[in-house]
């Protein structure tokens, strides 16, 4: 893999370890960045710590502490490679929110693409759903651009939320297989995930309703294309339960999420430690693929997510 297409990957496993759909959409409804007023400065670490009780870092201090930013001295920004995420209904201010973004932290404008893909509702600030996906949507955006500024990037938005279950998978596997068609996109970054069990048939070990949604990973492997998937923000699951797809798909990265501890440069003041909300899971429906065997003792005769570990802390 080149240097340019690690930078991309870096910042789709950023945006991949964000918080699952589930847990966004029941928070706090998003009040858009248009609506908020831009900070002179946006405040330290150390200040964010002191006044607000909780560990702020700026894409800087990401770039730093992932060890992106010689890369970016050295030209390699992501030019040429394309980031898609994929997203249910997205976000109608995805533009305007992300050069506030971009003004806030000194990064370069780019134009996002949106491919609405399927019969998209417009925009309801009632819905809970759409105000959640809207703000997962704006994280996996800034996250993506906060790492590789030199990508493009494609925002797909379905038309049906991707729930527990199949509800809304076919529209997102069906992107992107298109996309993959088109050659447009270098990484595909997914940072939601459902539980194997929902899918119908898990029960009685028939798992063909989940297996016949692969058939866009597969195509992506065809053509070279990097997927990453969040492992999911409910914690480690008890034996038995199933893992958390997409991220137990042996095609897919999975993505797990780390405390970071750093200080105002991004430079580490002591080791990454597990998020412990970070979703960990052994999948019932895929086998453990070869690159898992020196963990075998860990997984067992199955997949087990998550393969990499990113911060958590914003």
């Known amino acids: 893999m080149s240097t340019s297409a690690r930078a991309v990957l870096a910042a789709a496993l ?21 609506h908020m007023a831009v900070q ?16 702020c870092y700026s894409p800087a201090q990401l770039q730093a502490a992932y060890d992106v930013t010689p890369l970016h001295a050295k030209g390699i920004t992501g030019t040429g490679r394309t980031i898609v995420i994929v997203d249910s209904f997205g976000s109608p201010t995805i533009q305007h929110d992300l050069e506030v973004f971009d003004k806030q932290f000194g990064l370069p404008d780019t134009q996002v693409e949106v491919l609405k893909w399927g019969e998209v509702p417009p925009f309801d600030p009632t819905d809970s759903d759409q105000t959640g996906w809207a703000g997962e949507s704006t994280l996996d955006v800034e ?13 797909v938005e379905t038309g049906v939320a991707e729930t527990d279950g199949p509800v809304g998978v076919p529209e997102m596997m069906s992107a992107v297989n298109h996309l993959v068609n088109a050659g447009e996109g270098d990484v595909v970054s997914m940072s939601w995930g459902t539980g194997e069990r929902h899918f119908p048939g898990y029960e009685v070990g028939d798992y063909t309703s989940l297996t016949t949604q692969r058939y866009a990973f597969q195509n992506a492997a065809k053509h070279g294309v990097t997927l990453t998937a969040s492992s999911g923000d409910g914690g480690g699951a008890q034996p038995g339960l199933g893992g958390f797809w997409p991220s137990s798909d042996p095609l897919v990265t999975a993505v797990g999420g780390t405390h970071l501890n750093l200080d105002n440069a991004g430079k580490r003041l002591s080791a990454d430690s597990a998020w412990s909300g970070s979703g960990g899971y052994v999948s019932q429906v895929f086998d453990r693929p070869s690159y898992q065997n020196s963990v075998r003792s860990v997984v067992g005769a199955k997949r087990g997510t998550p393969r990499r570990q990113h911060g958590r802390r914003p």
């Not at 950023?14 to 248009?34: D, E, F, K, R, S």
């Not at 400065?41 to 002191?50: F, G, I, S, Y």
Request: one cysteine or more.
């Open 40 to 55: 002179p400065a946006p405040l330290p670490t150390d200040q964010c710590v002191a006044q607000l009780a909780r560990h």
């Open 14 to 34: 950023v945006a991949a370890t964000l918080p699952a759909t589930a847990a966004v959409a029941a928070a706090t409804p998003m009040i858009p960045l248009h």
């Open 143 to 155: 996250s993506a651009h906060a790492i590789a500024p030199g990508a493009k990037i494609v925002l």
